[in-house]
């Protein structure tokens, strides 16, 4: 199972992750980010690219 994770100190809500993958990533009205923590493994290509999009390094995540 993968879990994903962003560091929210980090976090600059660029919303590279946002573009990367749509079904693991949102944002709200407010700008507030949101995200599955658990993602089907299928996406695993979407968060590797998120992950290397994000200008800031904030996100992590383990297969």
């Known amino acids: 199972m993968m879990r994903v994770q962003v ?3 980090l976090c600059r809500i660029h919303a590279q ?3 990367a993958a749509p079904e693991v990533f949102e ?3 407010n700008d507030e980010l949101h995200y599955v923590i658990d993602p089907d493994g299928s996406l695993l ?3 590797e690219e ?3 999009l994000c200008p ?3 996100i ?3 297969d």
């Open 7 to 9: 560091d929210r100190e």
């Open 27 to 29: 944002l709200d009205e």
């Open 56 to 58: 800031v390094q904030a």
């Open 17 to 19: 992750c946002v573009f």
């Open 45 to 47: 290509p979407a968060v």
């Open 60 to 62: 992590s995540f383990h």
């Open 50 to 52: 998120a992950a290397l």
